[in-house]
């Protein structure tokens, strides 16, 4: 089935820094790559997500890149501040979702 | 609408003993997935529905069973419970469609077997 690795684990950046999440899917055939922000005794809320007939989407501070052939896709946040502090999950779908271990970004004002 | 909610928000059971987790929607629709997160992982799927009556296997469904009686309820079932299930429980639902559409997830139930 399919296997989903997310790097870094924490991630510490200043306020108005930028942050980036990677993950790596395994199965070539996923279709979908949603990214979820999970605030503490929160259920994850999607944030971003593309298609795998997509390279890139953004959504104001907020940008999804897709690299099909390397079967990579990463998060970028822009302007980061206190309030972007979350755990960050990434997920690969093609029959169901599979999702990464997660980042817990922390942004110091 | 109230979205995709749980209850109980927490339990502590006993090893053996059993308990539903109920999760409710009221967005019409029609695919509900239960997944459970522990610590410092991300979510794992026990179960899905595409519909009222039809449910199926995800990729960590032993020691639970599921039921779809109706569109808008997906309530969980633990039977004989086991430390390995302390976990948090999520429930999560998307439009017609399935694939095209957002997964809305529920607040969680934090439960824990000693």
């Known amino acids: 089935g399919e296997n989903v690795e997310q790097h870094p684990s924490t991630l510490s950046v200043q306020e108005g820094d930028s942050a980036v999440i990677k993950c790596t899917y395994s199965?070539?055939?996923?279709?979908?790559f949603p990214w979820y922000k999970q605030e503490l005794g929160k259920g994850p809320q999607l944030i971003i997500d593309?298609?795998?007939?997509?390279g890139e989407k953004k959504d104001q501070r907020i940008a999804v890149t897709l690299n099909k052939t390397a079967k990579h896709f990463s998060l970028h946040i822009t302007e980061t501040q206190p309030e972007d502090s979350a755990v960050y999950f990434c997920?690969?779908?093609?029959?169901?979702?599979?999702f990464g271990a997660g980042t817990r970004l922390t942004v110091k004002p | 609408n109230a979205g995709v909610t749980q209850t109980p928000k927490f339990r502590i059971l006993k090893i053996g003993q059993s308990m539903t987790l109920q999760c409710a929607q009221d967005?019409?629709?029609?695919?509900m997935y239960w997944y459970r997160q522990d610590p410092g992982m991300g979510l794992k799927l026990i179960y899905y529905?595409?519909?009222?009556?039809?449910?199926d296997k995800g990729e960590v469904p032993n020691g639970y069973n599921v039921s779809r009686s109706t569109t808008e309820d997906f309530p969980l079932r633990l039977e004989l419970a086991a430390p390995s299930q302390t976990s948090v429980y999520f429930c999560?639902?998307?439009?017609?469609?399935?694939?095209?559409?957002?997964?809305?997830f529920g607040p969680g139930t934090r439960l824990t077997v000693t």
């Open positions: 593309i298609r795998s007939n997509v």
């Open positions: 997920a690969a779908e093609r029959y169901d979702m599979r």
């Open positions: 199965d070539s055939a996923s279709n979908y």
């Open positions: 999560a639902s998307r439009g017609p469609g399935g694939f095209v559409n957002e997964q809305y």
């Open positions: 967005m019409n629709h029609n695919y």
């Open positions: 529905s595409v519909g009222a009556g039809i449910t």
